[in-house]
């Protein structure tokens, strides 16, 4: 067997996939050891705070180890998969495919391109140890897996007398995930006494709560003249009933937008002004454009014409596209709109934008609208699609809801919230008649805009839904 150099393994390292980001957690590994890979070809999905994204390798050879489990978050900078290049790559294919043989492979992937330059960052990660077993073992001894574990032998399936250990203890850590520590720790679970049942000896979620259900081995090794310690109550701080609550890990998008929010709430003095709007005519014309040629194929909805509407309010209000610049303690005024989206995602609250949007048609801002709707949607949304917004709709109407008081997105002066469309009685021309009715909401930051401007641009936004004709004149 041949001998593998230092210098034919490449260390492929977390890049940073968006701007200034510090780590991301690896959602998914297409790869495992033994395979070969190319130039370009997708190896993991990640997670950042902002984004899912697909990271391919930069070069051709054989994956000699993974060095994080799937649900890992790892530091901007850390190796995460060795490569096996050049001559090292022949030496290593042969014997680590025998040991990945049962490994499933990814189906139904396609590679997607983006980029992967490596941050400078410094920082870094402890190492990860004890994970040299062979992946083909997927049912280790008890034995074996209380050496993975790094600590005595594994815990007996009945309580018995104690009993030396099946395998000589090493000082490491158990093998669990960080959400999987956490519960642990919340339940009172040594995770030494935990039998793992996971992959090279990962302790899950289910060996935890198992271990809680198992019988208490403590009669046992207790003194005989003393009673058996009382069950901890209900109420006891140390743990919580896992049938009655879910814990789940604040990480990801939704750590990141939790983050964003508390900063802007308690940074811009926030200002919410209501008003509600007879939409009939503005319904009708959508209505209209889904029958006109130039709009086939294209996403045609009331959100389109709010969307056309804000940016005329904005041309004639110029001073509302602005930001605060603290550290300068000048306002910046934007003479472009980057047209913030709010999307719920299943990974959490997402803002991408459509870059000048001032400067697109109907037709083409229908077409951008469609666009980002639907890469949200497959979890798509790049880092770069969601930055440099300078202000941003949210659609709270689509689940039923009137309004709401929106938070400002973290750089912008302003954010519009849209309520239902509803049938509702209203005085038209003298007479109380059914008219398609909602409420607009629209939160400024007081800092840079005053009650005046931000009336004008809501009152802006509100006539043209009301007489859509405007959107000619005034555009």
């Known amino acids: 067997m041949t001998t593998m150099t230092d210098s034919s393994v490449r260390e492929f390292k977390m890049p940073d996939v968006g701007e200034g980001l510090t780590e991301a957690e690896i959602l998914k590994w297409y790869v495992q050891p033994g395979d070969t890979v ?9 997670e950042t705070a902002k984004a899912a994204v697909e990271l391919p ?22 190796s ?55 992946a083909a073992a997927q049912a280790p001894s008890a034995a074996i897996q209380a050496e993975l574990n790094g600590h005595g032998p594994a815990a007996p399936a009945a309580p018995a007398a104690p009993t030396a250990p099946a395998a000589p203890v090493t000082g490491d850590r158990p093998l669990a995930k ?72 604040v990480k990801g998008v939704r750590k990141a937008t939790a983050a964003a929010m508390v900063g802007s709430a308690f940074t811009a003095p926030h200002v919410t002004e209501f008003v509600t709007v007879d939409v009939t005519r503005t319904m009708k014309l959508v209505e209209e454009l889904k029958q006109d040629k130039e709009y086939t194929g294209l996403r045609v909805n009331p959100l389109l014409l709010i969307a056309k509407a804000l940016l ?12 605060w610049d603290e550290a300068a303690q000048e306002i910046v005024v934007k003479h472009y709109v980057n047209l913030g989206i709010a999307a719920a995602t299943p990974r959490g609250l997402i803002v991408p934008n459509i870059k000048d949007a001032h400067a697109q048609t109907l037709p083409q801002l229908a077409g ?27 659609n709270v109407g689509v689940f039923g809801v009137d309004t709401g008081t929106p938070i400002l997105n973290p750089g912008e002066s302003a954010i519009l919230a849209v309520g239902a469309i509803k049938l509702q009685p209203w005085v038209h021309k003298g007479k109380v008649k059914p008219r398609q009715v ?25 006539a043209v839904l009301e007489q859509p004709k405007r959107l000619i004149s005034w555009a």
């Open 312 to 323: 005329v309010a904005i041309k004639r209000n110029p001073d509302i596209n602005a930001s």
């Open 57 to 78: 390798i930069p070069y051709d050879g054989v994956v000699r180890e993974l060095h994080f489990p799937e649900g890992t978050t790892v530091d901007v900078g850390t």
């Open 438 to 462: 909602t409420t607009l909401a629209l939160s400024f930051d007081h800092r840079l805009v005053d009650g005046e401007l931000g009336s004008k641009v809501l009152a802006d936004v509100a």
């Open 368 to 394: 951008s609208l469609g666009e980002l709707v639907s890469t949200a949607r497959e979890g798509k949304t790049s880092p770069a699609a969601m930055q440099g917004g300078t202000v941003t709709i949210t």
């Open 178 to 249: 960080p959400p999987v520590r956490k519960l642990a720790k919340d339940l009172g679970v040594d995770l030494a006494t935990v039998v793992p049942s996971g992959p090279d000896g990962i302790i899950t979620r289910e060996d935890v709560h198992a271990a809680v259900a198992a019988p208490e081995p403590a009669q046992t090794a207790a003194p005989r003249s003393e009673p058996a310690a009382p069950a901890p109550s209900p109420s006891a701080p140390t743990s919580y009933d896992t049938t009655r609550e879910t814990r789940i890990p």
């Open 80 to 134: 995460i998969i060795a490569v096996a290049v050049g001559d090292g790559a022949a030496a290593a294919a042969e014997p680590v495919q025998e040991a990945v043989a049962e490994e499933p492979k990814p189906e139904g992937r396609q590679p997607v391109l983006v980029g992967y330059g490596v941050s400078t960052s410094s920082t870094k990660r402890r190492p990860r140890k004890g994970t040299e077993a062979p």
């Open 38 to 46: 190319t130039d370009g070809q997708v190896v993991c999905e990640v």
